[in-house]
């Protein structure tokens, strides 16, 4: 998936990844589709919850999405037709947002 972004949006340098994929994607990344990967980690020493950097952004995101009764249940069977209503109401969120 990261190869295939890069190809299609050549502007992205630095994409953040969960604690789950620490490892050899990191380097594989770098090497292969020339994106920086950076690793959210939750600090060993926090008990309890902890507010962790830059993910916030993926949440939020996926609310705003789901916000679109469409999106409650998945009833696409084919992933082009999901991706493009994606893309609609991604869109649809940004022109609502727009000053």
């Known amino acids: 998936m990261l190869k295939a972004s890069r190809a299609r949006y050549p502007f992205i340098e630095r994409a953040f990844a969960d604690g789950g994929y620490a490892g050899r994607l ?52 084919l992933t082009g037709v999901a991706e493009t209503l994606i893309i609609i109401a991604a869109s649809a969120t940004l022109v609502r947002r727009w000053p």
Not at 37 to 44: A, F, L, N, Q, T
Not at 45 to 58: D, I, M, P, S, T
Not at 65 to 75: E, G, L, P, Q, S
């Open 26 to 77: 990191v380097s594989w990344a770098k090497d292969k589709a020339h994106i920086v990967v950076e690793i959210v980690k939750r600090d060993p020493a926090a008990k309890g919850f902890e507010v962790l950097r830059r993910r916030w952004v993926v949440e939020r995101t996926f609310a705003w999405i789901v916000k679109n009764r469409r999106f409650a249940r998945d009833y696409e069977q």
